[in-house]
T-cell receptor
């Protein structure tokens, strides 16, 4: 069975600094990887996905993620954080023919 | 706005009762997914329907059931409710086939008292 680990419950970063939210996964075969963001009292919003090809994936709101097959990681990054980026971030993996499995989520807090 | 709608937004009910949550997918999406989000369990996949047929099942209790109607809207029925069923219930939809992303509705917050 597939699994996703988000090792940090919370990440704190100052506005304007780069941010990284970590994600590692375990899955059989080639993974489809996703990042979602959840703002308070809202549903999850899709940010980006990795299917195949370039290991660096660009998504919404200036976010990007780097797929590393050898480390089975898919870390979310942004060069310059905004206070409005503060939210709960979920990494998810979906094997071929399977269903989506989410990590526990990482709370990102960006301070002014 | 994802295009996925869910009603009601909030629901408060007593233990032992039965409730129905409703979801309308994005226009053109044939697949509907139901998830439960709670503080202790995180985001758990419950069940998927594709064009009216059950496609995949996750951690769905026997007290819970779902269906997808010809107009593609879906309902999640929760019966014999327990305090532990209190959670946010999300519906998501997608174009069938992978690796398409899922688009989530705003959720229904269920409180069982």
């Amino acid at each position: 069975a597939q699994s996703v680990a988000q090792p940090e419950d919370q990440v704190n970063v100052a506005e304007g600094n780069p941010l990284t939210v970590k994600c590692t996964y375990s899955v059989s075969g080639n993974p489809y990887l996703f990042w979602y963001v959840q703002y308070p009292n809202r549903g999850l919003q899709f940010l980006l996905k990795y299917i195949t090809g370039d290991n660096l994936v660009k998504g919404s709101y200036g976010f990007e993620a780097e797929f590393n097959k050898s480390q089975t990681s898919f870390h979310l990054k942004k060069p310059s954080a905004l206070v409005s980026d503060s939210a709960l971030y979920f990494c998810a993996v979906r094997p071929s023919g399977g269903t989506l499995t989410f990590g526990k989520g990482t709370m990102l807090l960006v301070s002014p | 706005d994802s295009g996925v709608t869910q009603t009601p937004k909030h629901l408060i009910t007593a233990t032992g009762q039965r409730v129905t949550l409703r979801c309308s997918p994005r226009s053109g999406d044939l697949s509907v997914y139901w998830y439960q989000q709670s503080l202790d369990q995180g985001l758990q996949f419950l069940i998927q329907y594709y064009n009216g047929e059950e496609r995949a099942k996750g951690n769905i209790l026997e007290r819970f059931s779902a269906q997808q109607f010809p107009d593609l809207h879906s309902e999640l029925n929760l019966s014999s409710l327990e305090l532990g069923d209190s959670a946010l219930y999300f519906c998501a939809s997608s174009v069938e086939g992978q690796p398409y992303e899922q688009y989530f509705g705003p959720g229904t917050r269920l409180t069982v008292t």
